[in-house]
């Protein structure tokens, strides 16, 4: 306009040259501004100095930001120079518009361009309507779904109760994607292959639709994706990065005054830390939901296969083996309930050992330090309870109730009592060291003890002499050998090694040469007496002088660990763990303790490896007091749950022989749950004891045991001569099922026991009524009709009941096959534990069920080893007819050493997911099994167009080229009429 | 219920109706003025099926698509786990089909009015009886049938990607199914009569009955497939067919946006080719953001770049069934803001 308008040649053409000019450089400068900006802006995006810009959320949020980023900016230039350069690009820009919008206004004051500016303004006001209608549309998008299914809609309860979340309370998603489909153990060294990176991609990708329809609910959702083999960026910074930003906007909104700030500020280091740390030892892909709730911040954790679970085994199987990805998903639900109840209170779980040693604090591999990590990765809270002490006098182990801090500070006393000890012993050992060397340092200068010295040495000269040269002759023989060797190996690394050997030989012959002349000459000559015994006492000297040194060491590393068991003393409550430790009553301190807490899980260690030198923990160490088990019985009386893990009852005679059941045994067995007193034991390990006893092998624990199996019929998780009752399998054996299917078909779930103890359910029976029935429908001498009717009587109370409590096979762990129930599973000199097929007992025929000894007749297998039962307490546990009787439910494990680790070794997948199932069950929480009622798979055409079929054929190419070539035919044709006229 | 509406309601009420009698009328009057004005419609549409230009454009878009068909099909008949849980993202999803979209809207406006221009004929067509408007409305509209036509043989994919069966047939004579068959039967007989030259009374009787005969076909259609029982026809699918037709409503309203660029552009230019370019480099802006897709992160980046990405609209609502307000209003009002100031170009012809 100005600037393109002809200038009339006029006086006043200088003045308008100038104003043109001046109006280019503007021009110039404000599109060079631009320019800039953009590139800076870039600039400074990449460098990350745009986060704050980035993350704002609403407009208000995003110009505050950009206030502190410009304040920032100024005060420290230097390392700003992006966004200085930036803002400064940006200025320039503005300036120009602002020029620009002034020339347009003085061009529209000119009656000839009214009509044109009508135009303009008809033309500003259309864009602003653009503008306004689409910023109004980016801030109240709405989606509708139109899929047959609803795929894309939460369900109404899950609408309903986001729309209760506050909008202001910031909640951070974390898609982990950590490239592992299960942290199944089997997959560790095996590569993902098609099924399991297909079946990642489509999980990742239907986590971001759920995360996007709950982020159209609520803008208070942030999503944060971190991928370990992403090349966008370095993993570790980005955790931190994410991690801080996620505790930081947890605790955003907090006001705070300076001193506040900075406890404010220190706490989001320690929760970015925690989230961190739950990242790190997440076994697999999953999603972390943080935020905060009472004030304080809360992370929860859902593993992919939580949402969807990848069922190979069908996948491979799908379409007559053709395949295709098939996932069960598990709903929303999951997703929903950790969304919003961030900060819903954890399980918490007491874990009961006889020592600190096998606790969840432990260092050892005998300890449960990977089931702690397990649990608390999967979000229960974990807390240990001793249940003896080591007496101090007779190092017996006696009954107590302690906390895991109780035993530690007990062991803490202990130490630095014995560390104190051990100072006083090193500081008298120091003070003789030193008299003895202040003696000899004497002794350099006294005459008379020199003169009784040079006497000693002149009788001692010849021997030592003597000695000495044989000690060269020695020597030299040694060398020749070496050297001989040498000649004869062409190994460089053998060579080599004789070499260091042969040069460490030379140098002790020298010395040995050296003492050998001296002593040869003390013989003699007294001037060599004299140089021997300078030598020796300098000797003397020497050693005490260093014997000293190691004292001062050895005291300073005492003095140490004195110091370090009294800072960790430090860090307990001593004041109230002592009172605690003065409770004498341990009934009532074993129920204070289990109060809170909303499963039990008793793990006993017994035999572990039969075949080993060293079998295990003897089954003797375990048995609680009748107190213990009465608090225990309570904690069962109110309905809550327990997971025993008991190992076999087993243990060489020699060493004291087999265990006896204690209380807690008995109870279960009052609840209907059978421990035998045997051990199961697999083929392989009868080849491996006749290998050990032949010397062929070192140990036979290296034999592996076969892999537990998990189908099996009816009649097998039964005691053995039970009616046949098919039930459907056990919720937990089903999930672990639907798990071991994410593996294939050519794979199972490889979970080996060793040494297990058979564990059977038998539900109890009515009292006295069936007995009675028994007696008389086995006497046929006299047959009456209220015997037979009791009978029926007891006999339909059986079944009712057997219906009641076996209405699902209790079993969900069982042995192989090829295994055996042995009652002495040592091997000894004369004798290797093997199966012998017992004689066939014919009176077991007649009866209606076999005896209690029924059960441990010995058989082939499989053997049912883990049992998990819901059941009512028998009304015999009340003080009072009218009391309720809980519902429980119990889980026994007929191995103790199955969930073993130390706090570096995690615990395999198998195992973990066999855990986590177990504990859901015991807990009630059965939605959070894995279930296969909604299976997902993708969609297939095979049915209306055969795979590989002419018709298949007939689409691709009929479709790929057919349609092109007829429409350039058409073309062709248009051209060529066109032509025609 | 009206008895229970407050006073604010009415008024709500009553201003909605103000504004959709006045959008009524407003529709009546272009169509009106449209209808005057179709022997220009007809032209400009015939035009390109005399250009070879349309027909490269035709036989490229069917190659690519069917390529891309041909692919879809692949994942839908695999071997192993790879798969597609929407065909439509499947194809329109990808990179190439955009890659080549982003020609063919600049490719069919490009002469509209730079022709016009460049060979002199526009002076003539300003003299024409016609409104500025009429101009512009009938040569977008033509452009738009002929977009629809470039997207009518890629009907035939459906039955292979939704793995239809043969249709059904049952004896369901209800009122709603006949009020559907009549008004489909209306609309046959309606284009048939706009076949021959049967004079203004005869082409405004044909224009009733298909418009009549289509909302008959429509309502009837709808309550009679929504109501339990047997239908006329069934058509037995695998797959959701609700993407699919989201994915050509979809398309249709990204198409009327970018033709409507180019024919803003095609306005203000005389060279096609700098026309060309100009609408591809704007197309370019909606196109290209949608190649580059960072992380599914919260941020503002993120949603404006979807806010502005077709390809992503594509991707995540469309062809997934969903229907997205952002992506329909921002088509929408682009295409009205351009078809607005290319009136206004034109007029600005006349009084420079």
């Known amino acids: 306009m100005a600037v393109t308008a002809p200038a009339p040649i006029s006086a006043s053409r200088r003045p308008r040259l100038f104003w043109s000019r001046l109006h280019f450089v503007i021009r110039l400068l404000g599109l060079t501004g631009g320019l800039l900006a953009c590139a800076a802006a870039v600039l400074a995006a990449v460098q990350g100095e745009l986060r704050t810009l980035q993350t704002a959320t609403v407009p208000q949020q995003a110009w505050t930001a950009g206030v502190s980023?410009?304040?920032?900016?100024?005060?420290?230039?230097?390392?700003?120079?992006?966004?200085?350069?930036?803002?400064?690009?940006?200025?320039?820009?503005?300036?120009?518009?602002?020029?620009?919008?002034?020339?347009?206004?003085?061009?529209?004051?000119?009656?000839?361009?009214?009509?044109?500016f009508n135009a303009v303004v008809q033309g500003v006001l259309a864009a602003v309507a653009l503008i306004g209608v689409n910023l109004w549309s980016f801030h109240h998008a709405a989606q509708v779904d139109f899929t047959r299914d609803r795929q894309f809609t939460l369900p109404a309860e899950v609408r309903k109760d986001l729309a209760q979340m506050h909008p202001n309370s910031p909640t951070t998603i974390i898609v982990y994607n950590r490239h592992k489909v299960f942290a199944l153990a089997q997959e560790k060294d095996k590569p993902e292959d098609d099924y399991d990176k297909e079946a990642q991609r489509k999980v990742i990708e239907k986590v971001h639709d759920l995360v996007e329809q709950f982020r159209a609910l609520g803008r208070q959702f942030n999503v944060e994706v971190l991928d370990t083999e992403s090349k966008d960026y370095k993993f570790t910074e980005r955790l931190q990065g994410v991690t801080l930003a996620a505790a930081r906007d947890a605790r955003a909104g907090e006001p705070a005054d300076d001193k506040q700030a900075q406890e404010i500020e220190a706490q989001i280091q320690t929760d970015a830390e925690t989230l961190r740390q739950m990242i790190k030892d997440a076994p697999e892909n999953s999603l972390f939901f943080c935020g905060r709730e009472n004030q304080q911040?809360?992370?929860?954790?859902?593993?992919?296969?939580?949402?969807?679970?990848?069922?190979?085994?069908?996948?491979?199987?799908?379409?007559?083996?053709?395949?295709?990805?098939?996932?069960?998903?598990?709903?929303?639900?999951?997703?929903?309930?950790?969304?919003?109840?961030?900060?819903?209170?954890?399980?918490?779980?007491?874990?009961?050992?006889?020592?600190?040693?096998?606790?969840?604090?432990?260092?050892?591999?005998?300890?449960?330090?990977?089931?702690?990590?397990?649990l608390e990765t999967r979000g229960f809270d974990v807390t240990d309870i001793v249940l003896k002490k080591e007496n101090k006098d007779t190092s017996r182990l006696e009954p107590a109730v302690y906390s895991l801090e109780e035993t530690k500070l007990e062991r803490l006393k202990r130490e630095e009592s014995v560390v104190r000890q051990q100072l006083v012993k090193l500081q008298s050992a120091r003070t003789a060291i030193e008299k003895e060397r202040d003696f000899w340092a004497k002794a350099a200068d006294d005459e008379k003890m020199r003169t009784s010295f040079l006497k000693q040495l002149a009788e001692q000269a010849p021997d030592q002499a003597r000695q000495h040269a044989q000690d060269v002759q020695e020597i030299d023989l040694k060398l020749r050998q070496i050297r001989q060797v040498m000649q004869a190996v062409d190994n460089d690394v053998i060579r080599a090694r004789l070499q260091r050997e042969l040069e460490q030989s030379e140098e002790e012959r020298e010395q040995f040469v050296e003492l050998r002349d001296l002593w040869q000459k003390a013989i003699r000559d007294s001037a060599a007496r004299e140089t021997l015994l300078r030598r020796i006492i300098k000797q003397k000297a020497d050693d005490y002088t260093t014997d000293l040194e190691r004292i001062d060491q050895a005291v300073r590393r005492s003095e140490r660990q004195?110091?370090?068991?009294?800072?960790?003393?430090?860090?307990?409550?001593?004041?109230?763990?002592?009172?605690?430790?003065?409770?004498?009553?341990?009934?009532?301190?074993?129920?204070?303790?289990l109060a809170d807490c909303d499963l039990l899980i008793v793990p006993r260690m017994t035999l572990r490896n039969t075949a080993a030198g060293f079998p295990g923990l003897r089954p003797r160490y375990y048995p609680l007091e009748a107190e213990q088990v009465a608090a225990i019985k309570e904690f069962l009386r109110a309905g809550k749950p327990i997971l025993a893990c008991f190992g076999p009852l087993n243990w060489p005679q020699e060493d004291g022989g087999n265990g006896e059941p204690d209380g807690l045994e008995n109870l279960f067995t009052e609840l209907g749950i059978k421990m035998l007193k045997q051990t199961v034991l697999y083929d392989v390990e009868e080849k491996a004891f006749a290998e050990n006893r032949a010397g062929l092998s070192i140990a036979g624990s290296s034999v592996e045991v076969p892999p537990l199996i998990w189908d099996w019929s009816s009649r097998d998780s039964l005691p053995p001569g039970s009616p046949d009752l098919p039930r459907p399998a056990s919720r937990i054996r089903d999930s672990v099922r639907l798990t071991a299917r994410g593996l294939g078909k050519d794979q199972t779930l490889e979970l080996r026991i060793r040494d297990p103890r058979p564990v059977y359910f038998v539900p109890p029976e009515p009292p006295g009524l069936r007995t009675q029935?028994?007696?008389?429908?086995?006497?046929?001498?006299?047959?009456?009709?209220?015997?037979?009717?009791?009978?029926?009587?007891?006999?339909?109370?059986?079944?009712?009941?057997?219906?009641?409590?076996?209405?699902?096979?209790?079993?969900?762990?069982?042995?192989?096959?090829?295994?055996?129930?042995?009652?002495?599973?040592?091997?000894?000199?004369?004798?290797?534990?093997?199966?012998?097929?017992?004689?066939?007992?014919?009176?077991?025929?007649?009866?209606?069920?076999?005896?209690?000894?029924?059960?441990?007749?010995?058989?082939?297998?499989?053997?049912?080893?883990?049992?998990?039962?819901?059941?009512?307490?028998?009304?015999?546990?009340?003080?009072?007819?009218?009391?309720?009787?809980?519902?429980?439910?119990?889980?026994?494990?007929?191995?103790?050493?199955?969930f073993t680790g130390n706090d570096k070794q995690k615990l395999p997948g198998a195992e973990e997911k066999v855990l986590v199932h177990t504990i859901n069950w015991l807990l009630g929480r059965d939605d959070r099994l894995p279930h296969d009622e909604r299976v997902w798979s993708y969609p297939r055409v095979n049915d209306t167009i055969p795979p590989d079929s002419p018709t298949e054929y007939l689409w691709l190419w009929g479709v790929r080229l057919g349609l092109p070539a007829l429409f350039a035919y058409f073309g062709l044709v248009v051209l060529l009429f066109r032509r025609l006229r | 219920m009206i008895s229970n509406l407050s006073?604010?309601?009415?008024?709500?009420?009553?201003?909605?109706?103000?504004?959709?009698?006045?959008?009524?009328?407003?529709?009546?009057?272009?169509?009106?003025?449209?209808?005057?004005?179709?022997?220009l419609i007809r032209r400009e549409f015939s035009a390109y099926f005399l250009s070879p230009i349309a027909y490269v454009v035709l036989v490229v878009f069917l190659f690519v698509t069917g390529d891309l068909f041909a692919n879809t099909l692949d994942l839908l008949t695999a071997k192993g786990p790879v798969g597609t849980e929407s065909p439509m993202q499947t194809m329109f999803g990808a990179k190439l089909f955009w890659l080549v979209f982003l020609f063919i809207p600049p490719l069919l406006t490009m002469r509209l009015f730079a022709e016009e221009r460049s060979s002199g004929t526009l002076e003539m067509l300003m003299t024409a009886p016609l409104r500025d408007w009429q101009v512009v409305l009938c040569k977008y509209l033509a452009c738009l049938a002929f977009y629809t036509v470039l997207w009518l043989p890629t009907l035939l994919y459906l039955p292979a990607l939704l793995g239809a069966r043969m249709p059904?047939?049952?004896?369901?004579?209800?009122?709603?199914?006949?009020?559907?068959?009549?008004?489909?039967?209306?609309?046959?007989?309606?284009?048939?009569?706009?076949?021959?030259?049967?004079?203004?009374?005869?082409?405004?009787?044909?224009?009733?009955?298909?418009?009549?005969?289509?909302?008959?076909?429509?309502?009837?259609?709808?309550?009679?497939?929504?109501?339990?029982?047997?239908?006329?026809?069934?058509?037995?699918?695998?797959?959701?067919?609700?993407?699919?037709?989201w994915t050509y409503a979809g398309m249709f309203l990204v198409g009327a946006m970018f033709l409507a660029i180019g024919l803003l552009i095609s306005s203000l230019v005389r060279n096609q080719m700098v026309a060309a370019i100009l609408a591809l480099a704007v197309?370019?802006?909606?196109?290209?953001?949608?190649?580059?897709?960072?992380?599914?992160?919260?941020?503002?980046?993120?949603?404006?770049?979807?806010?502005?990405?077709?390809?992503?609209?594509?991707e995540r609502a469309f062809t997934r069934g969903l229907l997205d307000s952002q992506p329909i209003i921002l088509y929408g009002s682009v295409a009205l803001f351009c078809l607005f100031l290319t009136v206004r170009s034109l007029e600005a012809r006349r009084w420079q």
Not at chain 1, 850 to 876: H, K, N
Request: proline share 5%; net charge positive; hydrophobic share 45%.
């Open chain 1, 562 to 593: 004195l110091e370090q068991a009294r800072n960790d003393k430090a860090k307990l409550n001593v004041r109230a763990l002592e009172e605690q430790q003065q409770m004498s009553d341990l009934r009532a301190k074993l129920r204070r303790l």
């Open chain 1, 773 to 898: 029935a028994v007696a008389l429908f086995a006497s046929p001498a006299q047959p009456s009709w209220p015997g037979l009717t009791l009978s029926l009587t007891a006999l339909g109370q059986s079944l009712e009941q057997a219906r009641q409590q076996l209405h699902a096979d209790p079993v969900f762990l069982m042995t192989s096959s090829q295994s055996w129930n042995e009652d002495n599973p040592f091997p000894s000199d004369d004798r290797i534990p093997q199966f012998e097929q017992p004689k066939s007992d014919k009176d077991n025929r007649r009866r209606l069920k076999p005896a209690a000894g029924g059960l441990e007749t010995r058989r082939r297998g499989p053997f049912p080893i883990g049992v998990a039962v819901e059941t009512t307490v028998p009304r015999s546990w009340y003080a009072s007819e009218a009391d309720k009787r809980a519902r429980l439910r119990l889980a026994v494990i007929g191995q103790g050493g199955f």
């Open chain 2, 168 to 245: 059904l047939f049952h004896n369901a004579w209800t009122v709603t199914s006949l009020t559907f068959v009549a008004g489909l039967a209306s609309v046959l007989v309606g284009l048939v009569m706009l076949l021959p030259h049967l004079g203004t009374t005869a082409r405004l009787v044909s224009l009733a009955l298909i418009v009549l005969g289509g909302m008959a076909a429509g309502i009837g259609g709808w309550l009679h497939y929504h109501a339990q029982g047997p239908h006329l026809i069934e058509v037995p699918v695998l797959l959701d067919p609700y993407p699919v037709l």
């Open chain 2, 7 to 39: 006073g604010r309601e009415w008024i709500t009420l009553t201003v909605l109706l103000v504004v959709l009698l006045g959008a009524a009328a407003g529709l009546v009057w272009t169509a009106i003025g449209l209808f005057r004005a179709r022997s």
């Open chain 1, 297 to 374: 911040f809360h992370v929860q954790h859902l593993s992919f296969n939580d949402f969807y679970l990848l069922d190979k085994t069908l996948s491979e199987d799908d379409r007559g083996g053709r395949g295709n990805l098939v996932l069960l998903y598990q709903g929303v639900e999951p997703f929903a309930r950790r969304l919003l109840k961030l900060g819903e209170k954890k399980p918490r779980i007491a874990i009961a050992t006889i020592h600190e040693v096998l606790s969840t604090g432990s260092e050892y591999d005998m300890g449960l330090a990977s089931l702690r990590k397990a």
């Open chain 1, 69 to 116: 980023l410009a304040q920032t900016a100024w005060q420290a230039p230097q390392q700003n120079l992006a966004v200085i350069l930036c803002l400064a690009g940006a200025a320039t820009a503005l300036f120009t518009l602002l020029v620009e919008l002034l020339v347009v206004l003085a061009f529209t004051a000119t009656r000839r361009s009214a009509f044109g």
């Open chain 2, 283 to 314: 197309g370019l802006l909606f196109i290209g953001s949608g190649f580059w897709r960072p992380e599914l992160v919260s941020s503002n980046l993120y949603n404006i770049v979807y806010f502005f990405s077709v390809p992503m609209h594509f």
